[in-house]
């Protein structure tokens, strides 16, 4: 018969991303054996990508305006941001070293613009409170047994023999396919949600989940850029809309509307505005084939101010081309296709434009209308919405109503935010509650 060693500790914590880490770091504090279960050869592999690799940690934002941003029930995380506030967050990271800057809309980034460095200070406070990391490890089996859970990383029907890398507190050595069962009292789910899946967040989380008896509330990509149907608008990759207005309507008198920069993809369009309304759109497009999007190229301009402005110029410089005028207003690069898809000659002279060309150019300027007939896969978005039920956890201490002695934090839980600092707040704030929910006997 084989001999299985099992490793027990007082509290397991499945995922080391920021949710994980923190949850760990806080059950470690009051002396609690725990161990932090990777999947990944490293911790916080899509801290990287946040933030465009700047790691956009937390916003200076209300307490009211944080949990609005995360909608209708955005209330269930009150508990978790009162416990760990922004404050903390920030006074964490300025404690360990890493100072923090505040830029447009209250984003909060590492004085170092890099993400390693938020990556950095949560490695070497886990070192610090002793938590023991297992990498590479893949919980592939979550069991509740009588007093304890069970975690494993092979499944009943296959066994995995890939040696696992191990770093103790004091030791880094490697552990034999033996040491594959680990045993906890608790267990701290923070395995993230479904999106950017080459990180590691695969939705393995869901599945320990669903298996113990939790309800998973549909999967949504959210921040996720959109498919367009229009060929000129395919045509202008890599052009960016600095500062237009965004209005999507459907139906006869929905309407979602932004302001911020688009970007022109070769599949459609994308740009932080456009991402925190993707969440909306998303939705939509569920129920209807395509959603149309209006671009007000000046939204500063009332549409009757935009009429004199162009009657003015047009008298002023009658003998200047419409293109080269139209350069004082619109990018360069997209000028040509503007002009194609308003359908007036470039070349022509303002004096040589007509009243009805005229008209035409600004319901264009402050209506250019784009068909959204889709968005990316949520492999491609970057935070999933939608997960564990709030309704089987409890918001004072994250602990599953469902199983005692379980504790859930961060992305795989039901629900997400625009970005801006948010989502990861989030993660924090929850795996700060599990930690010190988790440690109380």
């Known amino acids: 018969m084989e001999r299985i060693q099992m490793k027990s500790y007082d509290i397991a914590v499945v995922g080391g991303g920021p949710a994980g880490c923190m949850a760990a770091i806080k059950a470690s504090e009051a002396g609690k054996k725990v161990v932090l279960l990777e999947r990944n050869p490293e911790i916080g592999r899509k801290i990287l990508l946040t933030g465009n690799g700047r790691c956009n940690l937390t916003n200076n934002s209300s307490l009211t305006g944080l949990i609005d ?11 978790a941001f009162s416990s760990f506030t922004i404050t903390d967050l920030v006074n964490f990271f300025q404690e360990s070293g ?11 980034f590492p004085i170092t613009n890099r993400s390693q460095s938020v990556i950095d200070v949560l490695r070497a406070q886990l070192k610090k409170h002793k938590v023991t990391i297992i990498y590479n490890y893949r919980v592939k089996e979550l069991r509740k047994m009588d007093g304890y859970f069970q975690l494993s990383n092979k499944t009943e029907d296959k066994k995995d023999h890939t040696n696992k890398q191990h770093f103790g507190p004091d030791s880094e050595q490697y552990i034999s396919p033996d040491d594959d069962l680990i045993q906890a009292t608790r267990v ?75 970007l022109f993809t070769h599949f459609g369009v994308s740009g932080p505005t456009l991402l925190d309304l993707s969440q909306e759109v998303v939705k939509i497009l569920d129920k209807e084939a395509e959603v149309k999007l209006y671009l007000d190229l000046m939204p500063t301009v009332p549409r009757e101010q935009l009429e004199d402005i162009l009657l003015s110029d047009f008298k002023k410089h009658s003998k200047r081309d419409l293109q080269n005028y139209l350069r004082s207003y619109l990018p360069l690069g997209f000028i040509k296709t503007f002009m194609e898809v308003v359908d007036i000659d470039p070349h022509k002279k303002l004096n040589q434009v007509n009243r009805k060309e005229r008209l035409k ?27 564990v039920s709030k309704n089987e956890i409890d918001p004072q201490t994250m602990e599953s109503r469902l199983i005692p002695g379980l504790y859930l934090a961060g992305e795989i839980i039901a629900g997400c935010a625009p970005s801006g600092g948010y989502n990861l707040q989030q993660a924090f704030s929850t795996g700060f509650l599990a930690g010190a929910s988790a440690i109380i006997d």
């Not at 600004?362 to 997960?387: E, F, Q, W, Y």
């Open 98 to 108: 890493l100072e923090v800057k505040e830029e447009d809309g209250g984003r909060i």
């Open 69 to 79: 941003r995360f909608g209708r029930r955005g209330s269930f995380f009150r508990s």
């Open 188 to 262: 701290i789910l923070s395995t993230g949600g479904a999106s950017y899946p080459k990180t590691g967040s695969t939705g393995d989380g869901y599945g320990l989940a669903q298996k113990l008896g939790h309800n998973i509330t549909p999967l949504k990509p959210g921040l996720v850029p959109l498919k367009i149907k229009e060929n000129w608008a395919l045509s202008l990759q890599g052009v960016v809309l600095k500062k237009v207005g965004l209005t999507f309507r459907h139906g006869k008198q929905g309407k979602i509307k932004g302001e911020g920069d688009i």
């Open 361 to 387: 150019l600004a319901d264009n300027i402050k209506g250019l209308k784009i068909t959204v007939s889709g968005h990316l896969p949520l492999s491609r978005a970057m935070v999933t919405c939608g997960g």
